[in-house]
T-cell receptor, first 114, second 116 residues
Framework: AQKITQTQPGMFVQEKEAVTLDCTYD???????LFWYKQPSSGEMIFLIY??????QNATEGRYSLNFQKARKSANLVISASQLGDSAMYFC???????????FGPGTSLSVIP | KAGVTQTPRYLIKTRGQQVTLSCSPI?????VSWYQQTPGQGLQFLFE???????NKGNFPGRFSGRQFSNSRSEMNVSTLELGDSALYLC???????????????FGPGTRLTVL
């Protein structure tokens, strides 16, 4: 069965430091996509980055990069040079070829400290 | 390009009433999905619509229903509201012809429903 695990309910990081948010997933389908979303206190889910299971390189989008380790079924989000505006909930999500719906992990609350 | 819009942004209802929420997807997007988010249950998938047809459905009672119009706009309806229906309801749209692993969903700001 599909499953997304985020083991860090809350994290703190100093401004300008890098932070890694963990995500592990489970699927039996060889074709899948992994997504990270940011949800500020306003509630809107903001798409950050995508990684496909067949992508040869780790995805990067500005200060966001994805540390994709396929054999370990992990897709950790790395935020470089944290900013105060990065304080939010972060959700890891997956969609595979077996199901049309996207499943989400429980989220990690990130607080950036000045 | 305008993002996903949801109306209303906030709603207060009482138990037993019904409510209709609206979602307008990004222009050109044909798939619309609905999610319920609560502190206790997290993000839960409600249903997905594509070309006016419900393509997937989550594990919610029949009080939750939805539809999609020919312009891809979608509505969801909750009848006989219960206290536990208080939540943030998020709508997401995506473009691809058939949802696949690369199909990225873009979310609206959500409708915050409070049931008293």
């Amino acid at each position: 069965a599909q499953k997304i695990t985020q083991t860090q309910p809350g994290m703190f990081v100093q401004e300008k430091e890098a932070v890694t948010l963990d995500c592990t997933y489970d699927t039996s389908d060889p074709s899948y996509g992994l997504f990270w979303y940011k949800q500020p206190s306003s509630g809107e889910m903001i798409f950050l980055i995508y990684q496909g299971s067949y992508d040869q390189q780790n995805a990067t989008e500005g200060r966001y990069s994805l540390n994709f380790q396929k054999a370990r079924k992990s897709a950790n989000l790395v935020i470089s040079a944290s900013q105060l505006g990065d304080s939010a909930m972060y959700f890891c999500a997956m969609r595979d070829g077996s199901y049309d719906k996207v499943i989400f992990g429980p989220g990690t609350s990130l607080s950036v400290i000045p | 390009k305008a993002g996903v819009t949801q109306t209303p942004r906030y709603l207060i209802k009482t138990r037993g009433q019904q409510v209709t929420l609206s979602c307008s997807p990004i222009s050109g997007h044909r798939s619309v999905s609905w999610y319920q988010q609560t502190p206790g249950q997290g993000l839960q998938f409600l249903f997905e619509y594509f070309s006016e047809t419900q393509r997937n459905k989550g594990n919610f009672p029949g009080r939750f229903s939805g539809r999609q119009f020919s312009n891809s706009r979608s509505e969801m309806n909750v009848s006989t509201l219960e206290l536990g229906d208080s939540a943030l309801y998020l709508c997401a749209s995506s473009w691809e012809l058939r949802g696949g692993p690369t199909d990225t969903q873009y979310f609206g700001p959500g409708t915050r429903l409070t049931v008293l």
